[in-house]
């Protein structure tokens, strides 16, 4: 009997998770488990730097709101100063201006639906769209880890399934979007990932054949990852038997780290279906 529950709703974290390891997969998101460990050592760093970036997120959509912050007043500690300076002497560069901070947006796939949550998307109406995504891991990603991470995927396709509303009731077309990851701690080297039909059509067949394969399974089909590299960094290595030691900041497998910087950011549980503000049927 497959074990996914029927209003299950996808995200690039799930998706991510279940590519990397299905046991992971199982263990956050149909069971729910909380595991204590650390994802990585030093932990007092590890989760200062998490709640860092955390910080860092909210005062970039507060300030497309337009709330100001007082940062003379207020100093902030370091690195979220150098990162908020950066913010402002080198954001991404020609954005759009009408702009749509934390925008979650959903669409049907399949039996299921795949969800997103941007951190912003800057739109000119009929002509062009810009996702920006705020990283603040101490190391730069490289392109191709980027293009291949799900978050890449799903975040373009999903806004030419349901951005149309952005976009003057018209779906946006895949060439009309770019995703860019902006990093706070390397603002002169943003990646520009644009999009076009070609990968939009491989997205969807990729989306939908994990989705339906995913919805297939049953208890006993979420193995643990053979890539033992993979559990370094995971909270759930313990309970596996993959070590209880979390492995360090800063060692090579800086992607790794990343990711786990990411993935400490977001929740354990998928999305409320009542959060998704804008749904396309
Ligand atoms: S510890 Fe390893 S096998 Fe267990 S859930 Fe994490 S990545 Fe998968």
């Known amino acids: 009997m497959p074990t996914l529950p029927f209003d299950f709703l996808f995200s690039q974290g799930s998706l991510q998770d279940y590519a990397d390891c299905p046991r992971r997969f199982q263990l956050r998101y149909l069971l729910e488990l909380a595991w204590p460990a650390v994802a990585a050592e030093p932990a007092d760093e590890f989760e200062a730097r998490v709640a860092q970036g955390e910080a860092f997120h909210r005062m970039a959509h507060q300030q497309v709101l337009d709330i100001r912050y007082a ?93 149309a509303h952005l976009n003057g009731d ?10 860019v990851y902006w990093f706070a701690n390397f ?11 070609t990968q939009y059509a491989a997205d969807e067949v990729r989306l939908s054949s994990l989705i339906a394969e995913i919805a297939g399974l049953d208890d006993d089909g979420f193995p643990l990852t053979g890539d033992l590299k993979r559990c370094l960094f995971c909270p759930y290595r313990s309970l596996c038997n993959r070590g209880a030691e979390a492995g360090e900041l800063g060692a090579e497998d800086e992607d790794a780290v990343a990711a786990e910087e990411m993935r400490a950011a977001e929740p354990l549980t998928e999305f409320d279906f009542e959060q998704v503000a804008e749904v396309a049927f």
């Open 187 to 197: 603002p002169e080297d943003p990646e520009r990932l644009p999009y076009d039909a």
């Open 71 to 163: 940062t003379d007043a207020l100093p902030l500690p370091e690195p979220l100063a150098t990162w908020w300076a950066n913010y402002f002497n080198r954001p991404p560069a020609n954005l759009p201006a009408v702009r749509h901070p934390e925008m979650t947006l959903s669409a049907p796939l399949g039996e299921h639906r795949l969800v997103a949550k941007y951190d912003l998307i800057a739109v000119d109406p009929g002509r062009r769209a810009v996702i920006v995504d705020w990283k603040t891991s101490e190391k730069r990603p490289k392109a191709a880890w980027l293009v291949a991470r799900f978050q890449t995927r799903v975040y373009r396709y999903l806004l030419v399934r349901a951005g």
């Open 170 to 179: 018209a779906a946006l077309r895949p060439e009309q979007i770019t995703m």
